[in-house]
């Protein structure tokens, strides 16, 4: 599975837009981009995955760049809830596992 | 269904001894994984299962770590002779078996070795 690159933590004020980026200058046709995230003393949780096409869910936005060498997961509207450490996967829809980096620690503060 | 149970959500064990750990999956999920996490850092990938055959291991579980899932329900995973190095989250995850849809993760079995 390819690599990915995020920033080691960020700050974002709560009831404004998290932009979280992540580099993946290295994947491959057939593998997706999935986000996860991790609050404190709990499993990852599943966020959003896509392909080459932004999506849209309940928690989040994806927006994968056109040479999909790049994507940035958008929390449109912050709280203190979305504290957490975002993980940013690149996979291959065949692969058997998914793995992990070390994520990036977004702080929402008042 | 109330999602992915893990059970228990902390064990304190003496170096040595054996501990067994038990992740119920989602029902309907034919996918089960195991995951291993220390301080700040990801989740890694320990093992997994398709129904009940266990289809891939990683080179960190070692011959004193062994995963089950009999009947392709419930999984356990064993440690024997437990070290500190050990002392660790365990995660277990479920999942349909296609790109389609994302895991499902438990809340974890803190392990600490003494």
């Known amino acids: 599975d390819a690599k990915t690159t995020q920033p080691t933590s960020m700050d974002c004020a709560e009831g404004r837009a998290a932009n979280l980026p992540c580099n993946h200058s290295t994947i491959s046709g057939n593998e997706y981009v999935y986000w996860y995230r991790q609050i404190h003393s709990q499993g990852p949780q599943y966020i959003i995955h896509?392909?080459?096409n932004n999506e849209t869910n309940e928690m989040a936005s994806l927006i994968i760049t056109e040479d999909r060498k790049s994507s940035t997961l958008i929390l449109p509207h912050a709280t203190l809830r979305d504290t957490a450490v975002y993980y940013c996967?690149?996979?291959?829809?065949?692969?058997?596992?998914?793995?992990f980096g070390t994520g990036t620690r977004l702080q929402v503060t008042l | 269904d109330t999602g992915v149970s893990q059970d228990p959500r902390h064990k304190i064990t003496k170096r040595g001894q054996n501990v067994t750990f038990r992740c119920d999956p989602i029902?309907?999920?034919?996918?089960l994984y195991w995951y291993r996490q220390t301080l700040g850092q990801g989740p890694e990938f320990l093992t997994y299962f398709q129904n009940e055959a266990q289809l891939e291991k990683s080179r960190l579980l070692s011959d004193r770590f062994s995963a089950e899932r009999p009947k392709g329900s419930f999984s356990t995973l064993e440690i024997q002779r437990t070290e500190q190095g050990d002392s660790a989250m365990y995660l277990c995850?479920?999942?349909?078996?296609?790109?389609?849809?994302?895991?499902?993760f438990g809340s974890g079995t803190r392990l600490t070795v003494v």
């Open positions: 995850a479920s999942s349909f078996d296609t790109e389609f849809y994302g895991y499902t």
């Open positions: 896509g392909l080459k």
């Open positions: 996967i690149v996979r291959d829809g065949t692969a058997s596992k998914l793995t």
């Open positions: 029902s309907e999920h034919n996918r």
